[in-house]
Every structure is written in C-alpha cells, then in structure tokens.
C-alpha cells in the first residue's frame, strides 16, 4: 500500500537528510554552482537518484507539462533599457540557476505607463515565474492575481510580492560620509530617474546627510547614463562653480561626469572628487579610478531566480548589504 509520505516528491530538505549534508551544500551540487567537496557531490548525487528528486517546482513543471520558462520583465521608458548591462547580468544570474533545471530564461520589455502588458505573461502557459526589474508600485499593483506566488520583485516589492535588493541607502551613506571625511563640503548629487522608487532612497540619504551637516543640497537629475551624467557635469560647475565633490548614483554616470569635468579642464580628484554607485568592473580601471560602492547584482538575481524556482515562501523584502570601495577619484 503506497503512504501519502510515498506520494509527496522528494524535496531538497529530503536529499540533504539522506545525503548527511546541509541544505545549502545540496543546493550547490544540484544547482552545479558554488564549491563542494567530491564526498558530497557522490552523497548527493546518489540521494538524487534514492529519491527521485526533481530539482524544484520548476523543473518538476517539465515533467508535467508546465511552464519551462522564467521571464526577467524589465520596466523601461523605450525598449533601449534592454541593452542595459545591468540587466543582461540579472538575466545572466537567472540563467545559472534555471540551466541546471532545464528552465530557460527569457527577456521582457514592460512599456512605462502600460503595466497591462504583464496580462500576457500571465496568459503564457510556458512562464513558470517572473522576475520584475525597475519595479514601481504601479507595476506592482497591476500584477494579476494569478501571478501571485509566482512572480519576485528586483527593488520595491509588496505584501504579495517578495523583493531583493541591495541598500542602496547604506551604501550611499557610505560614500557621502567618505567625501565628507576627506574635506568636502560643497558636494553634488546625480541622481537616477525620478519614477524609480529605489533610486530614490540614496536621494533621501543625501537630503538627510547635507541637513545633518548643515550643508547646502545641489541635486541635478540623470538617467543612469553617462551621457548624462557629462551633461550634468557642466551643469553642477555653471550653476555652482564651487563644488568639490559629486556623487553620481551610478558608476556610468559617475564616469560621464569625469569626462565631462575634464572636457571644462577640472582635475579629478584635485579639485573635484567624483564617486559612484555600483562597482562595475571598468570603475576599477578608469584613471582615476573610480570611488564608489558595492551592488552584488548576481548575488541578488540568484536569490530572486532561487525563490521562484523553489517555490518557498521569501521574506517580503531582503536587502543585500553595499560596501564603500575607496579608489583614486575621492
């Protein structure tokens, strides 16, 4: 007579039990990322094959008939946000969980200002979870309901979908304590768009910081780009010729702002600091190189990819910590 403990699928909790190994080294051997020792993966690959486990929810979908794909959906102005680096690196991380299951990864332009687009991911019987990228709480509320449980947020989430992102505010605060450390006191801000809720709490930092300081806020808006962060470089010096620092809410922007200084022959660091916000690789090749702080995206799509694909109730906000990386610009 087959036990409804018989009938239930095997879980990873169940391949760790067997295994004699942690729930996490299990992940990482079946996942095929991460180290483990040869002794474990033997361990594990032999519970697998005991039990009969399907790796997760997903996978198992496969099995069923299901949904074989997760959709990194990616809110933008115009369809040029799907160059962005920082979104192939989402995709990319996603793409390291889901291979292993079998799932593949697709990408999704989300129009601003037509959130009813994410109705045909909802439709798609092929879609077994959604990542959302550039998240705003319209975009949150015209989530189908059908999607709940299967869709995760990269920045703001809700009661009904979990987010993963990094302090971005902490980091901030990092950097600006460091300009202030070094000297500077007529710091300006770069910031990113204004209808991104997440890019508006480093925003909130600065105005919380200068107050503190009793200095005076010089903000100018950008874009993430550096485009606009060379445009906005000649802005901050016409508007006020005195400033010796900016802060640019990201490292591309940051790098447009030091070209931009350079084209008005301000030396960096000499008589402007320049930080940023991200540590991409280049920052740390750029001469000066470039003061900025940490943002683990890969770590972040991999949680965000992990809690779909697991099918486990997440925290509904986890914030990944960013760190001050002090280089020659400030």
Request: aromatic share 4%; hydrophobic share 45%.
């Amino acid at each position: 007579m087959t036990t409804a403990a018989q009938q239930r699928p095997a879980t990873l909790d169940d391949v760790a039990r067997v295994a004699g190994v942690s729930r996490s080294t299990a992940s990482r051997v079946i996942a095929g990322t991460g180290f483990a020792s040869p002794a474990a993966r033997k361990q594990v690959t032999a519970a697998v094959d005991q039990l009969g486990y399907v790796p997760n929810p997903a996978a198992r979908a496969l099995v069923r008939g299901g949904g074989v794909r997760l959709v990194v959906a990616v809110l933008g102005t115009s369809d040029a946000v799907l160059d962005d680096p920082y979104v192939h690196q989402v995709v990319g991380s996603a793409a390291r969980v889901c291979t292993p299951a079998g799932v593949g990864v697709a990408l999704h332009w989300l129009p601003f200002g037509d959130p009813r687009s994410l109705h045909q991911l909802d439709g798609d019987r092929s879609v077994c979870g959604v990542i959302l990228v550039n998240t705003t709480e319209e975009l949150l509320a015209a989530v189908p309901r059908s999607l709940h449980g299967r869709v995760v947020s990269i920045g703001v989430g809700s009661a009904t979908v979990p987010s993963f992102d990094v302090d971005n505010a902490a980091g901030s605060e990092a950097v600006l304590r460091h300009l202030y450390a070094s000297g500077r006191r007529r710091i300006a801000m770069v910031t990113g768009p204004r209808w991104l809720p997440c890019a508006q709490r480093p925003v909130q930092t600065y105005r919380r910081l200068m107050a503190e300081a009793g200095l005076p806020e010089r903000i100018l808006p950008g874009d993430f780009r550096a485009a606009r962060g060379r445009t906005a470089a000649g802005e901050a010096l016409q508007r006020w010729p005195d400033i010796d620092a900016v802060y640019a809410i990201s490292d591309d922007t940051a790098l447009g702002v030091i070209a931009g200084l350079r084209d008005a022959g301000v030396r960096v660091p000499g008589d402007v600091a320049v930080a940023g916000f991200d540590d991409i690789p280049l920052a740390g090749m750029t001469a000066p190189a470039l003061t900025t702080a940490s943002h683990p995206v890969g770590r972040i799509a991999v949680a965000a990819a992990t809690a779909l694909l697991d099918g486990r109730p997440a925290a509904p906000a986890t914030l990944f910590p960013s760190a001050l990386v002090a280089r020659a610009s400030a």
